[in-house]
């Protein structure tokens, strides 16, 4: 069992930055595959972005292409979202995952969520 654990959500205005956290229990953080999806109100949840075990593979939605780096820290079972130029559209409540396959458009075999944390962008 993993738990996962979201910080670093907050209000930013638009055009600022914010990076979110996800911290995992448990020793075998490194072998699942890593995703970021966002829930914006009155919406599906979506992919943001996902990471391959080694972390040196990511993809993106071309929503955030170019705004967007998602990272991880194996020692330190954590995965990152570094969020820039962010936009009102960004906001949403977002969510880490863990999977066995990162993949363009999300993650293969998803196994665990965290609870999210929310990302509020204003005008």
């Known amino acids: 069992q993993v738990q996962l654990v979201e910080s670093g959500g907050g209000l930013v205005q638009a055009g600022g930055s914010l990076t979110l956290s996800c911290a995992a229990s448990?020793?075998?953080?490194?072998?699942?595959?890593m995703g970021w999806f966002r829930q914006a109100p009155g919406k599906e949840r979506e992919f943001v972005a996902s990471i391959i075990r080694s972390g040196i593979i990511t993809y993106y939605a071309d929503s955030v292409k170019g705004r967007f780096t998602i990272s991880r820290d194996n020692a330190k079972n954590t995965v990152y979202l570094q969020m820039n130029s962010l936009k009102p559209e960004d906001t949403a409540v977002y969510y880490c995952?863990?999977?066995?396959?990162?993949?363009?458009?999300?993650?293969?075999?998803?196994?665990?969520w965290g609870k999210g944390t929310l990302v509020t962008v204003s005008s």
């Open positions: 995952a863990a999977g066995t396959l990162a993949t363009m458009t999300g993650l293969d075999g998803m196994l665990y």
């Open positions: 448990g020793r075998t953080f490194s072998s699942y595959a």
